[in-house]
């Protein structure tokens, strides 16, 4: 018997013959002698269509909370049909909210950070032998009032849970059969990856891999929580997340990853003196606002132009601070292109390998891609391109990295790449 935690996105739970099947698969795992802690998220896209309806009775940015208070509605009404759907089948189950089984987390609505958990109540249900079954995405505040914990939170929440129950295996359903070099969806060649480890997860859905939530990952890296990616619409084995990973052949790169998303910010003309970025991004980060890339060049006159990437969804906010602090810097104007987006290779093997920046570029190059920005790190290269360019070359990076011959033998892999 072994304690294990299974969430279910979205899609798995989008309709009742979805959230029946769900049942039959989490009383499989009851039956066989578990103790089953199930998450799950509200059905399809239940949260876009409430950010839907509270943009339709308030056009400026409603207030954080009440839409916490909303949002974490969508993950109320799946837990309870799935707990019925249990029911149904003979097994015993019961659903709570995450403020009922203690996630308590910071006050900051719509991206609050668990600071703990008090698994009492769930292990008091486990010991009665009844499936509990957990609302992803959200928590409540030491005054109890709710909150949610960012876009894609339901991983977060599995993961938190997982390593608070010392679970054998966090098992997380989804509507592809694991982890793959690419989004299967935009790389029809993208291949499954047997394993990956927390790193190159991390780093990937840092960049775009929407299969896991990003914050999700920092915690299952933090404390090495076992993680299975797969299928809810089959029974094939995913992919396993792990410390540990065998290279993989010969590849430097596990994978190729595109994020939409972001937009680009541009000072002019910024005095180049000590304490300017100081100034520019201590007013940012003040609004909580997260900066990623940020190019500044050596000036030659005096004067420099600072460009900055942010979320498109922080845009507005960011270039009023910029305004703001761009006349008191006594900088020229501010400008932003939205119409960017991010391609990045992620690989372990990065670390003993060089040579993979000019291959990125290469790839680029030859499908006529201008690269805006650069980034790196000691696993990934990023690189700001036009995002009606993003398509293509994500799909010429991932070939161009032999990512579609994973799967054949390290020998084939290798003549493959020698006849390109
Ligand atoms: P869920 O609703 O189950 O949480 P998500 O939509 O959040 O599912 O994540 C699954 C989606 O992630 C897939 O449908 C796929 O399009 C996308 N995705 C992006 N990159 C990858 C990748 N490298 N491997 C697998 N899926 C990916
Ligand atoms: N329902 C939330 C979202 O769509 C949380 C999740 O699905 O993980 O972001
Ligand atoms: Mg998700």
Redesign the pocket.
Known sequence: MALIVQKF????VADPERIKRVAQRVVRAHRARHQVVVVV?ALGDTTDELLQLASQVSRRRPPEREMDMLLATGEQVSAALLAMAIHALGDKAISFTGAQVGIVTDRAHTQARIQDISVQRIQQALAKGWVVIVTGFQGMTPDHDITTLGR?G??LTAVALAKALNAKICEIY???E????????IVPTARKLPTISYDEMLE?ASLG???MQARSMEMAKKYEVPLHIRSSFSRATGTIISKEVRAMEDLVVS?V?LQKDEAKVTICDVPDRPGIAATIFTRISDVNINVDMIVQNVSRTGLTDVSFTVSREDLAKVLRVARRVASEIKAGRVIHDDGIAKVSVVGLGMRSHSGIAAKMFQVLAKESVNIDMISTSEIKISCIIRKDQAVKAVRALHDGFGLNKLGLKPEAVKLARKKR
């Open positions: 996105g979205g899609s798995s998220s894609g339901s991983d989804t509507d592809v694991g982890v793959y070099t690419a989004d299967p969806r990937l891999a929407q299969v994978g990853s």
